[in-house]
């Protein structure tokens, strides 16, 4: 049965090759072409354009069609690449937007009276861990700036510090000490620290 199948298939690549062939000799035949006077006519258009005084081979003076037409560039705006600090900078505006924006709808639901005791509760006690973090932030920012660090970035949250230093390359031993420091200072364990090194 595979065997019919293989020649059905090789019977009709044989009948689709030879109408394939006699498209391509009946075509040549009506073109009068000789495939020689085919390929010149292919390759003509690869030849230069300008002969040698200035116009094209359709006779069109080059300079004076260039000089009609200029061209006219785009000016392209390129930004430079802003750099890590411009970085953090901008992280930290945004974060104590969205944080703004979080505390005031915390002090709405806390100040409204119409809302339910629990509810108003929570968003007391909220306020007042955000209020909490953002000082965190502010001391441990300004504690790791006294110690030589470039523009360090901190962030704190509910479950744990992250700090990125820059400035300079921690030892060890240095990396311990800063750990030790800010664990004293927020209250976190050391597992809950992230110490991030930047250039």
Request: glycine share 6%.
């Amino acid at each position: 049965m595979s065997y019919h199948f293989i020649s059905a298939r090789a019977i009709m690549l044989a009948v689709v090759i030879f109408v394939g062939v006699a498209i391509g000799v009946y075509l040549n035949v009506i073109t009068a072409q000789s495939p020689v006077a085919q390929l010149n006519e292919v390759a003509a258009p690869l030849e230069p354009p300008i002969v040698a005084n200035g116009s094209s081979r359709s006779g069109v003076d080059i300079e004076a069609a260039e000089a009609a037409a200029p061209v006219r560039l785009n000016p392209v705006t390129i930004s430079p690449v802003p750099s890590v600090d411009d970085l953090i900078v901008d992280y930290q505006l945004q974060r104590e937007q969205s944080r703004s924006a979080q505390m005031e709808l915390l002090r709405e639901v806390a100040a409204n009276p119409e809302g339910a005791p629990t509810v108003r509760q929570q968003a007391q006690l909220r306020l007042l861990e955000l209020a909490r973090l953002a000082e965190l932030e502010v001391n441990v920012a300004g504690l790791l700036s006294a110690e030589g660090f470039v523009n360090p970035l901190v962030v704190a949250g509910e479950n744990g510090l992250t700090v990125s230093l820059g400035g300079r390359k921690l030892s060890p031993d240095e990396a311990a000490k800063i750990g030790n420091l800010l664990a004293k200072m927020s209250g976190f364990a050391p597992s809950q620290i992230i110490i991030l090194e930047r250039p």
